[in-house]
């Protein structure tokens, strides 16, 4: 089995790699794969979702799909096919977009392409990648190199105001609290610090037990449904 995962940018895949890698190599061990591919952009991941995934959907009846747009930003698409005001709005353009995919380009309908969506699952990264970061605060202060204690942002980590994502948080602690000198750079500084969470545990379930990523977590429990090895204890 090939899990077929299409985010944004490049950022996004280094990121979940380094988080993923003891993950990826137990799935390595019986055979299955996880392929991360970045579509270039958020109007490049709707332009090519549809196409991407009902492809892998049709050639390879063990291929599952995972589409994993950022939530943010979201204004520029209002009164576009690809509007979207909520992450429930989001995961529907994107199964809108496969479906007319399944149809148009493969000739796939009705019980077919139903029973091909089963294997395809619209998510996001709500509201962006660095929501991860927030999760993993301890790695996160440690690569900033503080000792001020963080967490003055919203919890769940997901539930960030739209108007201040995750990504405009880590930037502000770069700015402010980092002794490394230089400003947040998504393609280097994502994947250093969730290369040191040992434990996806850990950045799924704060201190107290209460899930931090909701959103993520079903993602993970999905992929772990489907391939029988699970991301976390």
């Known amino acids: 089995m090939k899990v077929w995962i299409y985010v ?18 137990q799935l390595r061990n019986i055979g299955h794969g996880i392929k991360i591919i ?10 090519k979702i549809g196409h991407r995934a009902a ?7 063990e291929n599952i799909v995972i589409g994993l747009p950022d ?12 509007e979207h005001r909520d992450l ?12 007319n995919a399944l149809q148009n380009t493969f000739s796939v309908r009705g019980s077919q392409a139903r029973q091909l969506l089963e294997r395809f699952l619209p998510s996001a990264l709500k509201h962006d990648l660095e929501m991860l970061l927030l999760a993993g605060k301890d790695e ?6 503080t000792h001020d204690r963080l967490g003055n942002w919203r919890n769940p980590v997901e539930e960030q105001d739209q108007n201040h994502p995750p990504k405009r948080i880590v930037e502000e602690l770069f700015r402010t609290k980092s002794i490394k ?14 290369r040191n969470v040992t434990d996806i545990k850990t950045i799924i379930y704060n201190a107290n037990n209460q899930i931090e990523c909701p959103v993520f977590k079903s ?15």
């Open 55 to 61: 492809r892998q959907l049709y050639d390879n009846n």
């Open 71 to 82: 939530l943010y930003p979201n204004r520029e698409y209002v009164g576009t096919q690809y």
């Open 219 to 233: 993602l993970l429990d999905w992929i772990g449904e489907k391939t029988k090895i699970t991301a976390y204890a």
């Open 8 to 25: 944004e940018g490049e950022s996004d895949k280094l990121g979940l790699l380094a988080l993923w890698t003891n993950w990826r190599t």
């Open 140 to 145: 996160l202060r440690s690569y900033l190199g």
């Open 88 to 99: 429930a709005q989001l995961i529907s353009v994107q199964k809108h977009e496969v479906s």
């Open 181 to 194: 000198g230089y400003a947040y750079r998504d393609t280097r500084d994502a994947s250093a610090v969730l």
């Open 38 to 47: 970045p579509l270039g952009s958020k109007s490049q991941f709707f332009r």
